[in-house]
């Protein structure tokens, strides 16, 4: 019974830290296209050039898809993990 316990824990503190892991990917790449996207923005203010405007619009435009594809990506893996961590808890309370 103590190694199943302890099996338990070891299982669901990796799928803790995973979700962890997740966690921190989405917020990180959140942040990171958010950046992405005031900077093409300031850029887009600036711009003089038809061309220049449509190219930092379009950029503009896909790091708000990218950020949001990825993003849900990591929050996708992270529920996933969790689904997971509750399957372990019924096989091992059952």
């Known amino acids: ?19 962890q892991i997740d966690l921190t990917l989405a917020v990180s790449t959140v942040g990171l296209f958010v ?36 993003a849900r990506l990591f929050i996708q893996k992270m529920r996933d993990k969790r689904k997971e961590m509750e399957e372990l808890r019924k096989e091992y309370v059952w």
Do not use: H, P, W
């Open 35 to 70: 950046a992405l996207i005031i900077s093409f923005q300031q850029l887009l203010i600036n711009a003089t050039e038809l061309f220049d405007q449509i190219a930092f619009f379009i950029g503009m435009l896909a790091s708000a898809i990218l950020g949001f594809y990825f």
């Open 1 to 19: 019974m103590y190694n199943e316990e302890r099996e338990l824990q070891i299982k669901l503190a990796k799928l803790q830290t995973d979700v």
